[in-house]
C-alpha cells in the first residue's frame, strides 16, 4: 500500500509544484486560442486524474520501466515551464511531440509487463494530441 501511495503522490506532486512554479506566469485566459479550448479550470482535474492513472499504472510495473516512466514525467513537467514561463509555444508544441513518442514507448513497455497498466495510459496519450493541437493552435494564433 505505501508503494501504491508514493508512485501515486510522486507526479502528483510533481505537477502541483509545476503548477506553482508556473502559476505567476499563467495567461491563458489573454491567449488567442483554437476552437476547442476548453476553460482554464479544466486543465488542473485532467492533470490529477491523469497523474493518479501514471502513478497507479508504474505501480504495477517493475523496476525496468523506471527510466522511460520518469523521463516522460520530467518532459511533462518542463512543458508548462518552456509554455507558460517562457512563453516559447513553438517549442513547447515540439516538446509535446516528444512527450507523445515517450509516452507511446512507455504505453508499449507497460503493456508487455501489465496490459492494464499500458492500457490505462490511453486517456494520457489522447489528452496529449488534444494539447497538441492547443499548443499548436496558441503557436499559430499568438
Same mark, same amino acid.
Given at each position: 500500500?505505501k508503494?501504491?501511495?508514493?508512485?501515486?503522490?510522486?507526479?502528483?506532486?510533481?505537477?502541483?509544484?509545476?503548477?506553482l512554479?508556473?502559476s505567476?506566469?499563467?495567461?491563458?485566459?489573454d491567449?488567442?486560442?483554437?476552437?476547442?479550448?476548453?476553460?482554464?479550470?479544466?486543465?488542473?482535474i @485532467?492533470w490529477?486524474?491523469l497523474?493518479?492513472?501514471?502513478?497507479?499504472?508504474? #505501480?504495477k510495473?517493475?523496476?525496468?520501466?523506471?527510466t522511460? #516512466?520518469?523521463t516522460?514525467?520530467?518532459v511533462?513537467?518542463?512543458w508548462?515551464i518552456?509554455?507558460f514561463?517562457?512563453?516559447?509555444y513553438?517549442?513547447?508544441?515540439?516538446?509535446?511531440?516528444?512527450?507523445?513518442?515517450? @509516452?507511446?514507448?512507455?504505453?508499449?513497455?507497460?503493456?508487455?509487463?501489465?496490459?492494464l497498466?499500458?492500457?490505462i495510459?490511453?486517456? #494520457?496519450l489522447?489528452?496529449?494530441f488534444?494539447?497538441?493541437?492547443?499548443s499548436?493552435?496558441? #503557436?499559430?494564433l499568438?
Amino acid at each position: 500500500m505505501k508503494k501504491l501511495i508514493k508512485n501515486i503522490l510522486i507526479p502528483v506532486i510533481m505537477g502541483s509544484v509545476i503548477g506553482l512554479i508556473i502559476s505567476p506566469f499563467m495567461n491563458y485566459q489573454d491567449l488567442n486560442k483554437p476552437p476547442l479550448s476548453p476553460p482554464g479550470i479544466i486543465f488542473p482535474i @485532467v492533470w490529477t486524474i491523469l497523474y493518479i492513472i501514471m502513478g497507479y499504472s508504474f #505501480y504495477k510495473q517493475n523496476e525496468q520501466n523506471k527510466t522511460i #516512466y520518469y523521463t516522460q514525467l520530467i518532459v511533462n513537467g518542463l512543458w508548462s515551464i518552456i509554455f507558460f514561463v517562457f512563453k516559447w509555444y513553438l517549442l513547447a508544441t515540439i516538446w509535446i511531440i516528444l512527450l507523445i513518442i515517450l @509516452v507511446i514507448i512507455m504505453i508499449k513497455n507497460f503493456y508487455k509487463e501489465n496490459k492494464l497498466s499500458g492500457l490505462i495510459n490511453i486517456p #494520457y496519450l489522447l489528452w496529449l494530441f488534444f494539447a497538441l493541437y492547443l499548443s499548436f493552435g496558441v #503557436y499559430l494564433l499568438n
